[in-house]
């Protein structure tokens, strides 16, 4: 069961995807654009995995 939102991407701010993946209670938000990914546990709100290109440190 998969569930697609549109949302902003908070890294480049293009349009991205959130996706719930709710058999594993995740979210995964990926941005085509910039390759921007967060997978997270909506339950707990822990980041599984997480990619963030191009962001100035
Ligand atoms: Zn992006």
Known sequence: ???TQQVR????????HRQYIHQHNL???ACPV???LLVS???TGK???SYAP????
Not at 9 to 16: E, R, V
């Open 54 to 57: 191009g962001i100035a440190v």
């Open 34 to 36: 910039c390759d921007y």
């Open 47 to 49: 980041v599984i995995e």
């Open 9 to 16: 991407c908070p890294n480049c701010g293009n349009f991205a």
């Open 1 to 3: 069961m998969l569930k």
């Open 41 to 43: 546990c909506y339950v």
């Open 27 to 29: 979210v995964k938000t």
